[in-house]
């Protein structure tokens, strides 16, 4: 058995999402280091950044150090008849950190769902995205929106393709005054502001923005969103997190390769995301393959932000011992505080840099 106690903050937590993944029935995906620098490069716009890491290998071919998973399955997805693949990795992508904005060996954990995916499927996704954050810290939110919804309800509402780039834009920076100044040049009419500003409006609860959306008229596909969006939410959503997940559909104003639900995960003391995911039906498409496919990534750099009460010192106790002193004498020490739950760190004198509870200085023989 793992003693968790000696894990670093970031290897508990691919320690027990590989155990929550895996217990819903998620197999392992293992990836090279590296594949061809095509792959990416035609899918520049799904990654998190576009600056890539190449060389070229001993046959002139281009490649590149693996930026990016799901990228990576996707390639090597094998249709099988009526099978649904089930993956999780565990991989270190090379890619710029959103932490120091320098390229760097990131550690990644997320999953894939793949093939004739259905509500059950979307909402098993969505609920261990909610579980994931969960292990990482209680205090987390998740934030969810709807891509074929919310273009659905704009095309309702008569937005114009010319205008639907700055409708967008309205509804990804949440501003009322762009949505004014819209209504103010002719290029949206009083109802459509309306419902721009409801969209704006939209941090809420599922239920809530159910109501708020019916008091529009809505066409019968548009319904049809609406309602098995609200389903999938309302079956993850329990008491103990009730509160924590939130609809907010600046997400889909800019959801790219998106073609469902897509969600961001947050917890309190990191302010950039630590999970995002989402539908992504149209890559799909793109690879030539008649599937769907969703998933998420934890992005575990985020972490190095993040201090748990377990991880605030690098070690519990320092146990100070001259050369002198009987190996077998210290080694004992070693094992009862070890089995009093603390970590300990024997030295001969106080190291410099490192955190610690306290000092035991031995002086057994």
Partial sequence: MINEKLLKN??????????????????????SKFEEYDLYVRNKDFLI????????????????????????????????SG??????????????????????????????????????????????AIKSLGVIDECFSLEVSHAQLLYS???????EKNVLP?????????????NENLLKENKITA???ELISALNDSYSDINSFKKTMNAFSLSEKTEEYLNEFTKILNSVISEENKGK????????????????????????????CVLSGGQYDKLMKKFGENAGAVGFAVYLDSLERFKSKASQYDTDVILLCDKASDLSSVIKAVEEIIAGGESVLVQNSVPENISYKRIIKWEGR
């Fill in 83 to 128: 099978a649904i693949q089930k993956m999780y990795y565990n991989e270190n992508v090379y890619r710029v950190s959103g932490v120091n904005g320098r390229f760097r060996e990131i550690m990644q954990t997320g999953l894939e769902c793949i093939g004739e995916i259905g509500s059950y499927e979307i909402a098993e996704v969505l609920y261990l």
């Fill in 49 to 80: 950044s576009d600056r890539i890491i190449t060389f070229t290998d001993t046959n002139g071919k281009l490649l590149a150090l693996k930026p990016d998973v799901t990228l990576s399955i996707i390639n090597n997805y094998s249709k099988s």
């Fill in 153 to 159: 309800l704009l095309a309702d509402a008569g937005i």
């Fill in 10 to 31: 970031e290897e508990k937590v691919v320690y027990e999402l590989r155990s929550l993944y895996s217990s819903f029935g998620y197999s392992q995906y293992k990836m």
């Fill in 166 to 178: 700055q409708v967008l834009a309205c509804i990804n920076n949440k501003s009322s005054g762009e």
């Fill in 191 to 193: 109802g459509q502001a």
């Fill in 245 to 272: 997940i939130t609809v907010n559909f600046s997400l889909s104003s800019d959801a790219g390769y998106y073609s469902g639900i897509v969600f961001k995960g947050y917890i309190n003391s990191i302010p950039v």
